[in-house]
């Protein structure tokens, strides 16, 4: 079974507002990452997150991540069309070297 | 441009013929990897390298091979593609495989059809 799951499957929300998603895994890891796809390209980065920290923003996006729990989110803020896109979590997991896991993705449609 | 490029970008094939799905980066990357894409089924790993004739299996290697001889090449083989193996297949690569900086660059993709 995967280790990064998603939730919500899918998001439709109006310019302007927040998004927010999340994500579970399931064993220990060193790093948690968040990727952008839109529609079928390949993945572009948005940001990685430590075991060791708790927060992270980056423009409008804003990560948490709670190890006790095994979660993290992403919040994007005043949404805007042009974040319309599918979103993942990759876990790094700190027993398996080299390997990064990615979930099936939360699809956000941000509409006018 | 720092990139990965992947060749083809599409590609229909049937079952039995072998194939090779090229990727490269011009950025001096130590680490490659291979995923396929799947709906429902996010990005699995298939194969990875950590550098120069050095590869490890991912979560689904099964069917396919790849090779690390220079760097900047990481070519994805199907010896006999079988229809189950028609996905979406993006490379990807970091610079290194070190815990503090782990992001990935992706190619565009190849999408592969095998009848």
């Known amino acids: 079974s995967q280790q990064g799951e998603e939730d919500p499957q899918a998001l439709s929300i109006q310019e302007g507002e927040n998004a927010t998603m999340n994500c579970s895994y399931k064993?220990?890891?060193?790093?948690l990452q968040w990727y952008r796809q839109n529609s079928g390209r390949g993945l572009v980065h948005l940001i990685l997150?430590?075991?060791?920290?708790r927060e992270k923003h980056s423009g409008r996006l804003r990560v948490t991540l709670d190890t006790s729990k095994k979660s993290s989110s992403l919040l994007i803020t005043a949404s805007r069309a042009a974040d319309t896109a599918s979103y993942f979590c990759?876990?790094?997991?700190?027993?398996?070297?080299?390997?990064?896991?990615f979930g099936a993705g939360t699809q956000v449609v941000v509409t006018p | 441009e720092a990139q990965v490029t992947q060749n083809p970008r599409y590609l229909i094939t049937v079952t039995g013929k072998k194939l090779t799905v090229t990727c490269s980066q011009n950025?001096?990357?130590?680490?490659m990897s291979w995923y396929r894409q799947d709906p429902g089924l996010g990005l699995r790993q298939i194969y990875y390298?950590?550098?120069?004739?050095?590869?490890d299996k991912g979560d689904v290697p099964e069917g396919y091979k790849v090779s690390r001889k220079e760097k900047r090449n990481f070519p994805l083989i199907l010896e006999s593609p079988s229809p189950n193996q028609t996905s979406l297949y993006f490379c990807?690569?970091?610079?290194?495989?070190?815990?503090?900086?782990?992001?990935?660059?992706f190619g565009p993709g190849t999408r592969l059809t095998v009848t």
């Open positions: 990807a690569s970091s610079e290194a495989f070190d815990r503090a900086r782990y992001e990935q660059y």
């Open positions: 390298s950590m550098n120069v004739e050095v590869t």
């Open positions: 990759a876990t790094d997991l700190t027993d398996s070297w080299g390997k990064l896991q």
């Open positions: 064993t220990s890891i060193n790093n």
């Open positions: 997150i430590r075991s060791n920290e």
């Open positions: 950025m001096n990357h130590e680490y």
